[in-house]
Each structure stands twice: as structure tokens, then as C-alpha cells.
């Protein structure tokens, strides 16, 4: 499991938290982006705040005047629709800065302060591990560009997948356990599972992919290592033997 975490909108990086090698949890900020889009938007904000403000103050005065004839009914009517225009404007507004993941409470205290100089925080859709950092304070990412800004892995299951000859292919299933060695760990064996059976096979080679889960709970195992398997592909059985030349 492995995620490219880009950043959904155009801006320049702020702030990097995490480096290489961290493990992170799921909704941990990763890196912050200054955002132009999220600027205007918290400006629209209190740009049409401040509108309906004055639109409500408004309303509430020409309804006192209409109570006692003092306006034309028409001030009055057009009083209404002004304010009708400056809550929807706002509604929308604050809509806007909903897409940039914050929470009413963050935009309230927006509204409030008045502050427009944000930054949008890019979070981790998985826990795991940081393997990949290319983002730096100042740079500009766009979205989907590659490199990612940052890539997490989860290390504790890894896919081994191996290249099987044709001729076994009726041999495999899903669900066959696997025991793994590798080289760096001559004495360990670790275990897992099969989790996919090739779909084709390899017109050069006549080998189809067979994929299994390992487990690696101590996180001792690294991707594109090479691995040793067996795969057990039926339960062992005891029969008589007699020499191949009786």
C-alpha cells in the first residue's frame, strides 16, 4: 500500500514536518501550501460578510420605516432583495472555503479575524512510513505533477510477487500460504499469503505474476529486494516408495 500525496491545488510549499524515514499516522500533516485560490476565497469571505452586514442593518431599518409608512413600498421590497443577494453570496463563500477541507469553526474564526494569509495542510491518507520526500519550503507543486511531494508506504505488509513458469499455473491458488527468505536475513523466514494469480502470462518469457502478502511486522524487509519462496501448493501426503529400478 503505497500513496503518492499530491496536493490538490496550485501553490507554493510552506512548511515540510515530516522527512524521510518518519512513520506517520492517517490525517497527519505532511506539508502546508500558501494557496492564491484559498486567499481569494477567505477574502471573498469577508468581503461579503462585511455586505451582509450592512444588508441586514438595512433591512431592519426599512422595515421600521415601512411599519409606519414613512418609505415607498418599493425601497422596501428592494431592501429585502438586497439582503437575499448578500446571504447567498456569503453562503456561497463560505461554501467555497469548505472545498479546502476546513470545518465551520476555522472559517468562523476567519470571518472573525479577518485573516486572509492561509495555508491549505496536505495530510496522509494512510499510516505508514514517509519513503519518499521531494517537497522543500518555497517550491512550487502543481497537482499530479510528478515527482510527489511525498509518497507513505505501509511497511508492516509487503507484496512479494514472483515469476511463475506457465506450466504450473494450474498448481495456484488464492489464499496458499508462502514462507520468504532473503538474503539480508538468511536465518528468518517470513509468511504470507497468496494474494493474486496472474491474469496473463509473459509472451517473452512464458512466466505469469503470482503475488503473495508478507507479513513484516519489525519492518525489517525493503521494496526490490530479492527473495527466495516456497509456495505450498497442497497438503503433504504420505505414501509408499520403492526404488526408481526395482
Do not use: C
Request: glycine share 4%; net charge neutral; aromatic share 6%.
Amino acid at each position: 500500500r503505497t500513496s503518492k500525496v499530491y496536493s490538490p491545488y496550485q501553490g507554493r510549499v510552506s512548511q515540510v514536518l515530516v522527512k524521510a524515514g518518519d512513520d506517520v499516522k492517517a490525517g497527519q500533516v505532511l506539508y502546508t501550501l500558501a494557496v492564491p485560490d484559498m486567499a481569494q476565497a477567505a477574502s471573498a469571505l469577508i468581503s461579503t460578510s462585511a455586505t451582509l452586514r450592512n444588508a441586514n442593518e438595512t433591512l431592519k431599518r426599512t422595515e421600521a420605516l415601512a411599519k409606519d409608512n414613512s418609505i415607498p413600498q418599493k425601497e422596501y421590497l428592494q431592501a429585502q432583495t438586497d439582503q437575499q443577494t448578500a446571504r447567498a453570496a456569503y453562503d456561497a463563500a463560505r461554501q467555497n472555503l469548505r472545498l479546502f477541507d476546513l470545518g465551520d469553526a476555522e472559517i468562523s474564526r476567519i470571518e472573525k479575524d479577518r485573516k486572509i494569509g492561509l495555508e491549505f495542510a496536505i495530510k496522509s491518507p494512510i499510516a505508514g512510513r514517509v519513503t519518499q520526500r521531494a517537497a522543500q519550503p518555497g517550491q512550487l507543486v502543481q497537482p499530479g505533477s510528478d515527482p510527489a511531494p511525498m509518497v507513505v508506504s505501509d511497511m508492516r505488509s509487503l507484496w512479494m510477487v514472483a515469476n511463475v513458469p506457465e506450466s504450473e499455473f494450474s498448481q495456484y491458488r488464492i489464499g496458499q500460504p508462502v514462507q520468504v527468505r532473503v538474503s539480508a536475513w538468511p536465518d528468518k523466514s517470513f509468511e504470507g499469503k497468496v494474494s493474486y494469480v496472474g491474469d496473463s502470462v509473459d509472451a517473452d518469457s512464458r512466466r505469469f505474476v503470482v503475488r503473495a502478502e508478507v507479513s513484516d511486522p519489525e519492518h525489517v524487509l525493503r521494496p526490490q529486494m530479492t527473495a527466495d519462496f516456497n509456495i505450498t501448493v497442497a497438503a503433504a501426503e504420505d505414501s509408499r516408495a520403492v526404488p526408481a529400478d526395482a
